[in-house]
C-alpha cells in the first residue's frame, strides 16, 4: 500500500504539471474535476507512473478570466467585506462582537450607497444635466438636457442592475454549492464560529440576505437621486453632492466608533505585531479608494465636459485631501521599504573562497548584500498590517482636517477657484483615475506574465479567500467551493490508501488549514501534514487574529497530534511565509538556508519519487524567497518520515 500524497499549490494561478515536479504535461493524468464549467473548476491530477502523488489545482478560480481586470471596480467592496472577519479572537466579549460585525455591516451599507450617487454624479448630473445644459444656453426645458439626464439615469441605474445580477450569478456558482451539499438545509451562522465549524463555508442564506439588504438600498439610493433631481431641476446643479456629503460624514462617524469598538493593543503572540482597530482600517482603505478613484474621474469628467468651476460640486471639496493622502502613502512605502532595507543582516554566512569559475563555497559581499536586503524586506512584509493601518489613519487625519478648515457656510467650491489650488487639481485628474486605470493593467498583464501574476494573486487570493457575509459585491470568494472539494480530497485519501500525506505551499497552506480544522479525529488520525512558505502566522494571523491567531493555531496543532504532526519550512527571505508556531512547539517550524549550503542526495522512497524540477539547489548559486520549497532536502525528509508513520504507525523515527 502507498500512502497518498496530496499537494496544493499556492498564488498565481495552477501550475499544472509543475505542481508534480513534472516538466512535461504527459506525464500528468487528469484524476478528477471540479464543479464549474470550462476554466472556472478545480482540477485533480496525478503522475502517470505514481499514481499516489497528486495535486489539487483551484488556479482557475482566481485567475485566467477575461474579466479579471474589472474586478478593480469591486475592489472597495471586497475591502469591507474582509474588514468584517479582522476582529479580535472571538474569547471576546458577545457584546463587543456583535458591535464591530454592525458597525462593519453599516460602513457597507453607506459604502454602497455612495459608489452609486458617485456614479449618478457622473453620468446623471455632469453629463446628463450640467453638460447638455452648457449645450443649450442653460436652458433646462430643452429636450436635450431631458434626454441627457434621462440617459444618465439610465446608465446609472444600469450599473445598480449589473452589481445585482453578478452579485446574484457568482452566489449560485459559490456560495450556492455549499447549500446544495447540505441537501438545502440551512444552519444559522454562528456569532463565534470559525474554521473548526463544519458550516464555516456552508452559509449561503446570509449571503443571500446581504444581497437582498444591499439590494434595497441601490433602489433607495436611487430613488433619493430621483427626488434631488427633480427638486434641484433648473439649478446649477442637481444637489447631488449633498447626498454624498451626507453619506460621507455617516461614513466618517462610523469608522471613528468602529475604531474605538475595534482598538485592540494586545498582540497575538509574542513577536506578533500588534496592529489595531484592524477592522476600521480595513474600512477607511475602502472608503479611501472609493472616493478618492470616484472623485478624481468626476474632476476630469467635469473638465472634459467644460463644466465651469463654480458648478462644481460639494462632492469635489475634499479633491486635494485625496491627492496629498496619495502622496503620504506614496513617501510612508518609500520610507517602509527603504528602513526594512537597511534591516537585514546576513554576517553569519562564510565568504567565499572559490574562484568565479569554480563552485562557489560561500557568498560575495554583493551576494551578501543581496541576500540581507531579501531578509529585510520579508521582516518588513511580515509587518505589512502595521502599514495598513498607518495608511488608513493618514486618510483619516487628512479628511477631518481637511473638512474641518472647510466647515463654513459658504459655497463648498469657492477654493477650488484658488489659484494655489490649481496644481492640485491637476495632479488629481491624473493620479486618481490613473490608480484605478493603471491597477486595470496590471491585471490584465499579469494573465499573460507568470511572476506578475503571482505579485498580482497575493492581493486578489487573500481579500478573496473570505465569504461574503458583510458585502454581497466583493469579488467572489473561492474558498467556498475549494475548501470543501479539499476536504472531500482528504477523506477520500484517507480512505482508499490509508493515510495522506498534505503538501500546502502558500495560500494552500491556508486552504489545508481551513479544510483541516473541521476533520473529525478518526480522519486526522490518518493525515500528516507538511507547509512551507505559509501565511497563516505572518499574515492571515495578524490581520484576521479570530480565524488564525495564535489560538486557532494551537488548535490546530493539538488536533493534529492525534495523528503523524504537522511539520512547516521557512525562509528568512520569504516575504510571504514564516514560523507558525515556533513558540510553542519549536520542533514543528524548520528555517532553511537561503541561499542553499551544501547539495545533499536524497534516498527517496515509495512516498517521494524525485524528479527533475524538483532537484536539490546548489548551493551558494541562489534566492529562492517564496519558491522552489520542494527542491530543499528537508522538504523530502519530512514527507517520507510521516508516510513511514502513516504505514508504520506504532514505530518511532
Request: charged share 15%; net charge neutral; proline share 6%.
Amino acid at each position: 500500500m502507498s500512502i497518498r500524497q496530496l499537494r496544493i499549490h499556492g498564488v498565481g494561478g495552477f501550475p499544472g504539471p509543475e505542481l508534480l515536479g513534472l516538466a512535461d504535461s504527459t506525464e500528468a493524468v487528469v484524476v478528477e474535476r471540479g464543479s464549474g464549467q470550462g476554466r472556472d473548476r478545480s482540477t485533480l491530477i496525478a503522475r502517470r507512473d505514481q499514481r499516489h502523488i497528486t495535486g489539487y489545482g483551484w488556479g482557475h478560480l482566481t485567475s485566467g478570466s477575461p474579466l479579471q481586470p474589472l474586478w478593480v471596480l469591486l475592489l472597495p467592496f471586497s475591502l469591507i467585506n474582509t474588514a468584517g472577519w479582522a476582529h479580535h479572537p472571538t474569547s471576546e466579549t458577545s457584546a463587543r462582537l456583535r458591535a464591530i460585525r454592525g458597525l462593519v455591516h453599516l460602513s457597507a451599507g453607506l459604502l454602497t450607497s455612495s459608489y452609486l450617487v458617485w456614479v449618478a454624479i457622473i453620468f446623471v448630473d455632469y453629463l446628463g444635466y450640467q453638460a447638455t445644459a452648457q449645450l443649450t444656453g442653460n436652458n433646462p426645458g430643452s429636450p436635450v438636457v431631458i434626454l441627457g439626464t434621462t440617459g444618465g439615469i439610465l446608465l446609472t441605474t444600469a450599473v445598480m442592475a449589473a452589481l445585482i445580477l453578478v452579485a446574484g450569478n457568482t452566489r449560485r456558482r459559490y456560495e450556492a454549492k455549499g447549500h446544495r451539499r447540505n441537501n438545502g438545509s440551512y444552519q444559522a451562522w454562528g456569532l463565534r464560529e470559525d474554521f473548526s465549524a463544519p458550516s464555516f463555508f456552508d452559509h449561503d442564506r446570509s449571503m443571500l440576505i446581504r444581497l437582498r439588504w444591499h439590494s434595497l438600498i441601490l433602489v433607495g439610493t436611487l430613488a433619493a437621486v430621483l427626488v434631488s433631481v427633480l427638486f434641484n431641476w433648473g439649478e446649477a446643479t442637481l444637489g447631488l453632492g449633498q447626498i454624498f456629503i451626507l453619506l460621507g460624514l455617516m461614513q466618517f462617524l462610523v469608522i471613528l466608533l468602529l475604531g474605538c469598538v475595534s482598538w485592540r493593543t494586545r498582540g497575538q503572540g509574542p513577536g506578533i505585531p500588534r496592529p489595531p482597530a484592524m477592522p476600521a482600517a480595513a474600512v477607511t482603505l475602502a472608503v479611501a479608494l472609493t472616493n478618492g478613484v470616484f472623485s478624481g474621474f468626476a474632476l476630469l469628467t467635469a473638465q472634459v465636459a467644460g463644466i465651469e468651476w463654480e458648478h462644481w460640486g460639494q462632492e469635489l471639496a475634499l479633491i486635494e485631501s485625496f491627492v496629498i493622502t496619495t502622496g503620504v502613502w506614496a513617501v510612508l512605502l518609500t520610507g517602509w521599504l527603504l528602513f526594512w532595507c537597511s534591516r537585514g543582516r546576513a554576517q553569519e554566512l562564510p565568504e567565499r573562497t572559490t574562484a568565479e569559475e569554480q563552485t562557489p563555497d560561500g557568498v560575495s559581499p554583493r551576494f551578501r548584500r543581496r541576500i540581507a536586503i531579501r531578509r529585510g524586506l520579508a521582516q518588513g512584509a511580515h509587518r505589512a498590517s502595521v502599514l495598513l493601518v498607518l495608511f488608513a489613519a493618514t486618510f483619516l487625519i487628512s479628511g477631518i482636517a481637511a473638512g474641518a478648515l472647510r466647515f463654513e457656510p459658504v459655497s463648498a467650491t469657492d477654493w477650488l477657484q484658488a489659484p494655489q489650488q490649481g496644481v492640485l487639481v491637476g495632479i488629481a485628474m491624473v493620479v486618481l483615475p490613473g490608480l484605478a486605470v493603471a491597477s486595470m493593467a496590471l491585471i490584465y498583464l499579469s494573465t499573460t506574465r507568470r511572476t506578475l501574476r503571482r505579485t498580482v494573486a497575493i492581493i486578489w487570493d487573500v481579500l478573496t479567500f473570505w465569504p461574503r457575509r458583510f458585502h454581497p459585491f466583493a469579488v467572489r470568494p473561492y474558498s467556498e467551493r475549494v475548501v470543501p472539494e479539499f476536504q472531500e480530497h482528504i477523506r477520500k485519501a484517507v480512505q482508499e490508501a490509508g493515510g495522506v500525506v498534505v503538501s500546502a505551499h502558500s495560500q494552500g497552506s491556508v486552504i489545508a488549514f481551513a479544510s483541516l480544522a473541521p476533520l473529525p479525529e478518526e480522519v486526522v488520525q490518518r493525515v500528516a501534514l507538511v507547509t512551507y512558505g505559509s501565511p497563516v502566522s505572518t499574515l492571515y494571523g495578524q490581520i484576521f487574529p479570530a480565524y488564525c491567531g495564535s489560538g486557532a493555531v494551537r488548535d490546530l496543532h493539538q488536533h493534529l497530534g492525534t495523528g503523524p504532526g504537522w511539520k512547516n519550512l521557512y525562509r528568512l527571505t520569504d516575504a510571504i511565509g514564516g514560523p507558525v508556531i515556533q513558540q510553542m512547539d519549536p520542533t514543528m517550524d524548520q528555517e532553511l538556508p537561503d541561499p542553499a549550503e551544501e547539495t545533499v542526495s536524497g534516498g527517496g522512497s515509495q512516498a517521494e519519487v524525485r524528479t527533475e524540477l524538483e532537484a536539490p539547489r546548489q548551493p551558494w548559486s541562489e534566492i529562492a524567497g517564496h519558491g522552489d520549497y520542494r527542491r530543499e532536502e528537508a522538504y523530502h525528509q519530512a514527507v517520507e518520515e510521516f508516510a513511514d508513520k502513516l504505514l508504520n504507525p506504532g514505530t518511532e523515527n
